[in-house]
């Protein structure tokens, strides 16, 4: 199976602050990867799809990138909105594979 | 508009079987597969195998095989997933997922909550 390595588990910005989650995946998966925000009591969100592409509806200050097997997720300004718990999946080979969640708080 | 309803939060002994359902709307039930998916302990989510209602074939994560099994019911545009044996283990929030016409797990339900307890 491809491991989805999260990091931080959990972390504390201020409103205003450049935000990055990443997740090292333990096999090749080309861009196959969705982040997904998750609110409290709600299902999941998908933020960005294939790694870089912004979801619709989904605000400019979230983007995805990639540097080979790392991926990262990246909140130019912290809102306070942004508040949540994210998750990444790989989609490149079954069984799928998420992240283990960063928990972001507003400091 | 795209709609997944799943049924409501169920308390079930050890030792039990929980069956939870997913009902599609808004587009036509056959053309896409559904996914379900395991979250514990509030934050790490697990991938526990899909279902295509047009064929009924299913593909399982190995992990859950011998725990979990999907069906749809055509008629009603219904998934379903039988959890068995189930421990305190299983104790989580079970969610189903469509994929979008482009993009994988666009849509989700709003979560089973299933709480094992003698």
């Known amino acids: 199976d491809i491991q989805m390595t999260q990091s931080p588990s959990s972390m504390s910005a201020s409103l205003g602050d450049r935000v990055t989650i990443t997740c090292q995946a333990s096999?090749?998966?080309?861009?196959?990867l969705i982040w997904f925000q998750q609110k409290p009591g709600k299902s999941p969100r998908p933020m960005i799809y294939y790694a870089t592409n912004l979801a619709n509806g989904v605000p400019s200050r979230f983007s995805g990138s990639r540097s080979g097997s790392d991926y990262s997720l990246t909140i130019s300004s912290l809102e306070s909105e942004d508040m949540a718990d994210y998750h990444c999946?790989?989609?490149?080979?079954?069984?799928?594979?998420f992240g283990s969640g960063t928990k972001l708080e507003i400091k | 508009q795209v709609k997944l309803l799943q049924s409501g939060a169920a308390l079930v002994k050890p030792g039990d079987s929980v069956k939870m359902s997913c009902k599609a709307s808004g587009y036509t039930f056959t053309d896409y597969i559904i996914h379900w998916v395991k979250q514990s302990h509030g934050k790490s989510l697990e991938w526990i195998g899909y279902?295509?209602?047009?064929?009924?074939?299913?593909n399982y994560n190995e992990k859950f095989k011998s725990k979990a099994t999907l069906t749809v019911d055509k008629s009603s545009s219904t998934a379903y997933m039988e959890f068995s044996r189930l421990t305190s283990e299983d104790s989580a929030i079970y969610y189903c997922a469509r994929d979008g016409t482009y993009n994988w797990f666009a849509y989700w339900g709003q979560g089973t909550l299933v709480t094992v307890s003698s």
């Open positions: 999946l790989q989609y490149k080979q079954y069984p799928l594979t």
């Open positions: 096999q090749d998966i080309g861009n196959n």
């Open positions: 279902i295509n209602p047009y064929s009924g074939g299913t």
